[in-house]
T-cell receptor, first 112, second 112 residues
């Protein structure tokens, strides 16, 4: 089946630092989504990307849809303690009948 | 606006007992519906998805089944729970394929 390779698996940073994580696939994707999950809760949508090359920001977050349509990255600038959580990439592959699949997540820890 | 409801929030069930988790969506018609399972500290594994009433696609062979008796109702069931069925179960909906998905608050299932 389809797989998304998300890296890094975890990150430990200081408050104020910038963060970058990415997601790759061997297949072409039509849509890339980035979510954040806090403990014991459902994932919350951060950014949605629909076109190759698209660069979208949401506050301190910026994400891009790779031009090959096989990758995406998420950047967080000037991290703060409330950025702590698990970040997931997700997407729909360019194949009939495929549903939304997720990467394994990046756990972010921020020390003040 | 659209909302998604998932219950119960937590559940402790003995091995061999049946299971029924319910998810309902309000404020939209004919949504795509999804069930995911998340093991502790792990990513989201797609279990089932549905594009319409009575239409269920299974992604992973397992001890679980899903049904969609009404347009905005998605039910996850098991006849006999196994210890390995423990996990965090998440329901989600999207307008259609290739659009952003929104999650419920999840059900923490512990099989003892």
């Amino acid at each position: 089946g389809q797989q998304l390779n998300q890296s890094p698996q975890s990150m430990f940073i200081q408050e104020g630092e910038d963060v970058s994580m990415n997601c790759t696939s061997s297949s072409i994707f039509n849509t890339w989504l980035w979510y954040k999950q806090d403990p014991g809760e459902g994932p919350v949508l951060l950014i949605a990307l629909y076109k190759a090359g698209e660069l979208t920001s949401n506050g301190r977050l910026t994400a891009q849809f790779g031009i090959t349509r096989k990758d995406s990255f998420l950047n967080i600038s000037a991290s703060i303690p409330s950025d702590v959580g698990i970040y997931f990439c997700a997407g729909y592959a360019n194949q009939a009948g495929t549903a939304l699949i997720f990467g394994k997540g990046t756990t972010l820890s921020v020390s003040s | 606006s659209q909302t998604i409801h998932q219950w119960p929030a937590t559940l402790v069930q003995p091995v061999g007992s049946p299971l029924s988790l319910e998810c309902t969506v309000e404020g939209t018609s004919n949504p795509n519906l999804y069930w995911y399972r998340q093991a502790a500290g792990r990513g989201l594994q797609l279990l089932f998805y549905s594009v319409g009433i009575g239409q269920i696609s299974s992604e992973v062979p397992q001890n679980l089944s899903a049904s969609r008796p009404q347009d905005r109702q998605f039910i996850l069931s098991s006849k006999k729970l196994l210890l390995s069925d423990s996990g965090f179960y998440l329901c989600a909906w999207s307008v259609n394929k290739n659009t952003e998905a929104f999650f419920g608050q999840g059900t923490r299932l512990t099989v003892v």
